[in-house]
């Protein structure tokens, strides 16, 4: 159950539309060319774990952006690099759910409002612990920002070690299907990654929740 007073539905927020500010577009793709900067740069290795571990809860670039031109420099590094991702997504996860759990009104709904959620999360937050577990599955594998959902599990003090169980399924994943992609089709499958691979993963996973809704509720 989300805290009494973590959501203040004021007049001014009820008016506000739910879309990002032109000047925030011009920032997220000035942020977009310097991550991919960071792909060719010699301390690779670690911009990968630093971006996926802020992009858990703060920073908006997918580490899919270095991910992906790092594995087909060096296709061999594939799973390593996909573990690499992993580990700091999920470490990063837990900064998330601390500051939602901590430090709500400073720090997360400034930033929900900044990529525009404020307004939705506020919508879902009520009954969040009802599907919490699969939001995380959701999020950590669909184009859906991780970081809005790590964030969430904490200001709904979703049960840890379910948010840090379905962290790791989710983000393994989500990366090591990235990796096992490119290492077995190398460059030609990277527009189809880019661009597909996010609804993918959102169909299978529509498909796997009716199942079980399906199953559920005929038994």
């Given at each position: 159950m989300l805290r009494t007073g973590v959501w203040n539905a004021g007049a001014k927020r009820a008016k506000r539309r739910c879309e990002v500010?032109?000047?925030?577009?011009?920032?997220?793709?000035?942020?977009?060319?310097?991550?991919?900067?960071?792909?060719?740069?010699?301390?690779?290795?670690?911009?990968?774990?630093?971006?996926?571990?802020?992009?858990s809860s703060v920073f908006p670039i997918p580490p899919d952006t270095l991910l992906i031109p790092m594995v087909l420099a060096d296709r061999a590094k594939a799973w390593w690099y996909a573990f690499l991702c992993t580990l700091t997504s999920v470490i990063g996860g837990l900064a998330g759910y601390a500051i939602g759990f901590y430090l709500f009104e400073s720090i997360a709904e400034p930033l929900l409002d900044f990529y525009g959620y404020a307004d939705r999360f506020s919508q879902f937050a009520v009954t969040y612990n009802d599907w919490g577990a699969w939001a995380v599955l959701i999020a950590g594998v669909t184009p859906f920002p991780f970081k809005v959902i790590t964030i969430a599990s904490g200001a709904t003090k979703l049960s840890l070690p379910i948010f840090i169980l379905a962290s790791v399924i989710?983000?393994?994943?989500?990366?090591?299907?990235?990796?096992?992609?490119?290492?077995?089709?190398?460059?030609?499958?990277?527009?189809?990654?880019?661009?597909?691979?996010?609804?993918?993963?959102?169909?299978?996973?529509?498909?796997?929740?009716?199942?079980?809704?399906?199953?559920?509720?005929?038994?």
């Amino acid at each position: 159950m989300l805290r009494t007073g973590v959501w203040n539905a004021g007049a001014k927020r009820a008016k506000r539309r739910c879309e990002v500010p032109r000047w925030n577009q011009i920032m997220l793709r000035a942020l977009y060319d310097w991550t991919m900067n960071l792909a060719a740069s010699r301390n690779a290795v670690g911009a990968l774990m630093a971006v996926s571990f802020v992009e858990s809860s703060v920073f908006p670039i997918p580490p899919d952006t270095l991910l992906i031109p790092m594995v087909l420099a060096d296709r061999a590094k594939a799973w390593w690099y996909a573990f690499l991702c992993t580990l700091t997504s999920v470490i990063g996860g837990l900064a998330g759910y601390a500051i939602g759990f901590y430090l709500f009104e400073s720090i997360a709904e400034p930033l929900l409002d900044f990529y525009g959620y404020a307004d939705r999360f506020s919508q879902f937050a009520v009954t969040y612990n009802d599907w919490g577990a699969w939001a995380v599955l959701i999020a950590g594998v669909t184009p859906f920002p991780f970081k809005v959902i790590t964030i969430a599990s904490g200001a709904t003090k979703l049960s840890l070690p379910i948010f840090i169980l379905a962290s790791v399924i989710a983000r393994s994943i989500r990366f090591f299907a990235v990796a096992g992609l490119l290492y077995v089709f190398g460059p030609p499958i990277r527009a189809f990654i880019e661009k597909r691979l996010g609804l993918v993963f959102t169909l299978a996973l529509g498909l796997l929740i009716g199942g079980f809704i399906v199953a559920r509720y005929a038994l």
